[in-house]
C-alpha cells in the first residue's frame, strides 16, 4: 500500500518541463511587431514635436503630450512582449492586448481622418495600425493551433 501511494504522489519532471512548442514563425511575427512598436514608441516619447509633423499631425501641446501618453505605452507593450517570448500562454496574452490597441489605434486614427487638417496623417496611421492589428491576430491565430 505504502509503496501505490509514493508512486501515485511521485512528480512527473519531465512532464513539468515540457511546454507546448511556439509557433516559430507567429513568435517571430509578434516579435518583431514588438521591436517596431519599441521603435516607435522611443520616437514618440523622445521627440514628439517631430515625430507628429513626419506622420501628418500638428505638433501642437496637447497633440505632443498624447504621443508621449502613447509612446510609453508602446513601450511597455513591447517590452512585455519581448518579455512573454519563450511563454504561449503569456505572449498570447500579451498579443492579444497589442492586438487589440492596435484596432483602437486604428479607429482613433480613422476617426481624425475626417478633419480635413488631420486627414493625411490619420489615414496613414489607421492604414498602420490595421495593418499591425491584422497581422497581429494572424500570429495569434498560428500561436493557438499548436
Not at 501505490?4 to 515540457?18: Q, Y
Not at 514563425?25 to 521591436?35: D, G, H, K, P
Not at 518579455?83 to 486604428?106: F, K
Amino acid at each position: 500500500m505504502g509503496a501505490l501511494i509514493l508512486r501515485a504522489l511521485r512528480l512527473d519532471w519531465g512532464a513539468m518541463r515540457r511546454r507546448p512548442k511556439l509557433d516559430p514563425l507567429a513568435r517571430q511575427v509578434l516579435l518583431e511587431i514588438a521591436v517596431g512598436r519599441i521603435a516607435i514608441g522611443v520616437a514618440a516619447a523622445a521627440a514628439p514635436g517631430p515625430s507628429l509633423r513626419k506622420l501628418g499631425f500638428p505638433a501642437t501641446e496637447g497633440n505632443q503630450t498624447l504621443a508621449r501618453i502613447a509612446g510609453c505605452r508602446d513601450i511597455a507593450v513591447g517590452l512585455l512582449t519581448l518579455a512573454a517570448r519563450d511563454d504561449r500562454a503569456r505572449l498570447r496574452a500579451v498579443g492579444t492586448a497589442a492586438a487589440g490597441i492596435d484596432v483602437g489605434d486604428t479607429v482613433a486614427f480613422a476617426l481624425a481622418a475626417r478633419d480635413p487638417a488631420l486627414r493625411r496623417g490619420g489615414i496613414g496611421s489607421s492604414l498602420s495600425g490595421a495593418a499591425a492589428a491584422v497581422v497581429g491576430a494572424w500570429a495569434l491565430q498560428r500561436l493557438g493551433k499548436r
